[in-house]
T-cell receptor
Framework: GENVEQHPSTLSVQEGDSAVIKCTYSDSASNYFPWYKQELGKRPQLIIDIRSNVGEKKDQRIAVTLNKTAKHFSLHITETQPEDSAVYFCAARWALGQLTFGSGTQLTVLP | NAGVMQNPRHLVRRRGQEARLRCSPMKGHSHVYWYRQLPEEGLKFMVY????????ESGMPKERFSAEFPKEGPSILRIQQVVRGDSAAYFCASSPGGQGQETQYFGPGTRLLVL
């Protein structure tokens, strides 16, 4: 099956700096890659996603890049704010439609 | 348009009892997925259902766990004879299905505690 690796597991940045989280996947048939933000005790919330026919997608301060050849994709958050502090999960959609998630990145934005 | 709904939000069971978790997908969504999240870990896929059909249950333990999504009513994840290791947050997600309709929206989860 699909295997998704995510790095780093923890990330601290100063407010206003950028944060980058990277993921790799194993199944070249995977075609959809969402990113979720999860605050403590809350549900995962979709923040951005990208399909395999696109190399980059941007939504305000958030962007995702996809390199199909290398099988990796990254989340970029610019001008970070304290409310960006949360756990971020990448995922890859494979086979029949289920998502395989990375292990998560705890992002802390220091004021 | 109400989001994905799950109940109960919290469930306490003693070892050996049964747990029933319910999930109502978003309106217009016919695909339901169940995931389990252990404390401070990621989400692990359990089962994928469409109305009246199990599409993929490869992530669900063969023993004690079952899931259904009937023609009418919510999807149900059932855990029989619970053990302490079943304590976790169980999330369901739904999607419309179909090409270009892959986005999964998550419910608030059910936090199961087995004493």
């Amino acid at each position: 099956g699909e295997n998704v690796e995510q790095h780093p597991s923890t990330l601290s940045v100063q407010e206003g700096d950028s944060a980058v989280i990277k993921c790799t996947y194993s199944d070249s048939a995977s075609n959809y890659f969402p990113w979720y933000k999860q605050e403590l005790g809350k549900r995962p919330q979709l923040i951005i996603d990208i399909r395999s026919n696109v190399g980059e997608k941007k939504d305000q301060r958030i962007a995702v890049t996809l390199n199909k050849t290398a099988k990796h994709f990254s989340l970029h958050i610019t001008e970070t704010q304290p409310e960006d502090s949360a756990v971020y999960f990448c995922a890859a959609r494979w086979a029949l439609g289920q998502l395989t998630f990375g292990s998560g990145t705890q992002l802390t934005v220091l004021p | 348009n109400a989001g994905v709904m799950q109940n109960p939000r919290h469930l306490v069971r003693r070892r050996g009892q049964e747990a029933r978790l319910r999930c109502s997908p978003m309106k217009g969504h016919s695909h339901v997925y169940w995931y389990r999240q252990l404390p401070e870990e990621g989400l692990k896929f359990m089962v994928y259902l469409q109305k009246e059909n199990i599409i993929d249950e490869s992530g669900m333990p063969k023993e004690r766990f079952s899931a259904e999504f009937p023609k009418e009513g919510p999807s149900i994840l059932r855990i029989q004879q619970v053990v302490r290791g079943d304590s976790a947050a169980y999330f369901c997600a739904s999607s419309p299905g179909g090409q270009g309709q892959e986005t999964q929206y998550f419910g608030p989860g059910t936090r199961l505690l087995v004493l």
